[in-house]
């Protein structure tokens, strides 16, 4: 978590070292699928992809939406490229059109939800969300993209209720238990989140998310020789010591709950400074 999210951990550039779906991400929520998120791809799997795929993406999906903008496929396919690149306002920019065209269009709606939280727009995209679903016919990963903007408002209890309403349709999802574990951990009941997280990693399909986050929470801990040897799983060993550095810093200030907010937000790990103290995360 991510799902998302807290997908807290890995960032491209320094954690490559911490966070946490989303963290609660947004694991965008929730693998069932993966994506930005932790919530199910759109159309196309973004496991293997490179930035260069992803500006390949852009510009296909980019022309083929600006043809047609009555096409919602070529919208949520665009908006995923874009929000790949990082570019989330005009990801929220095209899937709004795609919104107004389409409004019954579930599958629209749930990546305007998605998007509009990646952009800190919670109340709108909590808004969006309830109705990119049937309530007799609840989607999995739209009440773990639910669940992960009410971690980002700080409602853990409410979260918590949509992350058990996914798990009662996908029992043991990796991808939902890990945004489960964070919200737990978000809510300061560390060694919950730990026993969560460590059913999650434990789980076939688990991914190096699902590791990270679970090392995230024993670092919360000071179980920093579990953490690590976690981490060692999925990255050479300096990056991992390097990571653990990070982690140690962001674990010894004062505002470390604040920090890992700001990383949950953000949908990427607190990074390094140059020094070793935690930096805000790069929005």
């Known amino acids: ?3 998302v999210a807290l997908q807290l951990l890995p960032c491209p550039r320094r954690w490559r070292a911490l966070a946490a779906a989303s963290a609660i991400a947004l694991c965008t929520a929730g693998c069932l699928g993966r994506s930005p998120e932790v919530t199910g791809s759109l159309g196309t799997s973004a496991r293997g992809l490179t930035q260069d795929d992803w500006r390949s993406e852009s510009a296909t999906w980019g022309k083929r939406f600006e043809a047609n903008q009555a096409d919602a496929a ?3 396919r665009y ?4 929000r790949s690149l990082g570019q989330h306002a005009q990801a929220v920019a095209v899937l709004q059109q795609s919104a107004m065209r ?3 269009n579930l599958q629209v709606l749930g990546a305007y939800g998605k998007a509009l939280a990646d952009v800190g727009r919670y109340a709108v995209a909590a808004e969006v969300l309830s109705r990119a679903h049937a309530p007799e016919k609840p989607d999995p990963r739209i009440l773990s993209a639910q669940g992960a903007v009410a971690d980002q408002i700080g409602e853990h209890a409410r979260a918590q209720q949509y992350y058990e309403a996914a798990l009662r349709i996908v029992p043991n999802d990796p991808s939902v238990l890990s945004n489960l574990g964070l919200s737990h951990a978000l809510a300061k009941r560390l060694p919950e989140g730990e026993r969560i997280l460590t059913q999650a990693a434990a789980l ?3 991914d190096a998310r699902v590791r990270h986050n679970l090392a995230l929470v024993l670092g919360l801990q000071g179980k920093f020789a579990e953490a690590e040897a976690i981490l060692r799983r999925d990255q050479p060993p300096a990056e991992a010591a390097a990571n653990m550095s990070a982690l140690r810093a962001m674990v010894s200030q004062p505002n ?7 990383a ?4 990427r790990p ?6 070793g103290s935690p930096a805000a995360p790069n929005g």
């Open 256 to 262: 470390s709950w604040a920090a890992i907010r700001r």
């Open 74 to 76: 070529a919208a949520m």
């Open 204 to 206: 076939p399909g688990a």
């Open 102 to 104: 389409s409004p019954n």
């Open 1 to 3: 978590m991510a799902v």
């Open 270 to 275: 607190v990074a390094a400074r140059e020094d």
């Open 79 to 82: 908006a995923q490229a874009l």
């Open 264 to 267: 949950a937000a953000a949908k």
